[in-house]
């Protein structure tokens, strides 16, 4: 079965507000990833953790190894934050990422 | 510069010809990997190298090879494309080890018709 999973898989936020994707974890990883898809289909690297939170600018990002979780909330979102969030988890042993199925955020005036 | 850059970015191709997808990168990383993007199912690994001549299947090697004889250069070769190889493919890379984040090529979009 699936190894990450990702909710939701589409969220629409007005300018100003904001929201939380979760990725759940089926088994233990090492650590985790999250990228930004945007409209040019350019996968941007936004957060390695692997423990504990991040944050930057108005994104923050935390994982939970011990309870197979991470999450990143997104702050007073702005049209340019539209796009697909992935996250990718580091299974252990070996490198691989695998991703979630993403999530489609849409930030509306 | 820290680039992951993919040639072609866009290809159409016959059913039954080969393909060849290349990428290389400048950041001296041991480890790099192929991915193919579809609507809905996020990315899937087709392979993925740890260094020269180190290469592994991922979750879906079927249809492809990859080859790597400069730690630079990550090829993904298709003989014989079909239909359901019509795609977009990405390649990554990453310095081996705990830390180290994935960087991204552009992308490169296949049609195969």
């Known amino acids: 079965g699936d190894q990450v999973e990702q909710s939701p898989s589409a969220l629409s936020l007005h300018e100003g507000t904001g929201s939380a994707l979760r990725c759940n974890f089926t088994?233990?990883?090492?650590?985790v990833q999250w990228f930004q898809q945007n409209s040019r289909g350019s996968l941007i690297n936004l957060f390695y953790l692997a423990s504990g939170t991040k944050e930057n600018g108005r994104l923050k990002s935390t994982f939970n190894s011990k309870e197979s979780y991470s999450t990143l909330h997104i702050r007073d979102a702005q049209l340019e934050d539209s796009g697909t969030y992935f996250c990718a988890a580091e299974p252990y042993p070996g490198w691989q990422l695998i991703f979630g199925s993403g999530t489609q955020l849409t930030v509306m005036p | 510069d820290m680039k992951v850059t993919q040639m072609p970015r866009y290809l159409i191709k016959r059913m039954g010809e080969n393909v060849l997808l290349e990428c290389g990168q400048d950041?001296?990383?041991?480890?790099m990997y192929w991915y193919r993007q579809d609507p809905g199912l996020g990315l899937q690994l087709i392979y993925i190298s740890y260094d020269v001549d180190s290469n592994s299947e991922g979750d879906i090697p079927k249809g492809y090879r990859v080859s790597r004889k400069k730690r630079e250069h990550f090829s993904l070769i298709l003989d014989s494309a079909k239909t359901n190889q019509t795609s977009v493919y990405f390649c990554?890379?990453?310095?081996?080890?705990?830390?180290?984040?994935?960087?991204f090529g552009e992308g490169s979009r296949l049609i195969v018709v």
């Open positions: 088994t233990t990883m090492r650590a």
């Open positions: 950041m001296s990383h041991e480890t």
């Open positions: 990554a890379s990453r310095k081996t080890g705990a830390g180290n984040t994935l960087y």
